[in-house]
């Protein structure tokens, strides 16, 4: 049984910075992508970075500059490094495995900016 297990999360001032992690347990193959998405209250879940088998990363407008994803493939890990955190990027974070035949989801770590 695929498991993903997300850490990382937390309440940080403006500014300061956090860095997520989701390893992935289980029997998974053909790897796609990796990445994050989140989900405000009253919002819907967006996108937030993405990294593809070859090492194509893909960012969210509102995050360029600020976040960087990247994986360890021999450990089925992605990670999130969220510097210059603003209010605004307050949300439920989730990871997304999408493998060839399926899709897995973490189970959401809050992340919370506010001084």
């Known amino acids: 049984q695929v498991q993903l297990v997300e850490s990382g999360g937390g309440l940080v001032q403006p500014g300061g910075s956090l860095r997520l992690s989701c390893a992935a347990s289980g029997s998974i193959f053909n790897i796609n992508a ?11 879940r967006e996108l937030v970075a993405t990294t593809l088998r070859g090492g194509r990363t893909n960012y969210a407008d509102s995050v360029k500059g600020r976040f960087t994803i990247s994986r360890d493939n021999a450990k089925n890990t992605v990670y999130l490094q969220m510097n210059s955190l603003k209010p605004e990027d307050t949300a439920v974070y989730y990871c997304l495995v999408a493998a060839a035949m399926h899709n897995y989801w973490g189970q959401g770590t809050q992340v919370t900016v506010s001084s």
């Open 34 to 44: 990796m990445g994050w998405y989140r989900q405000a209250p009253g919002k819907q």
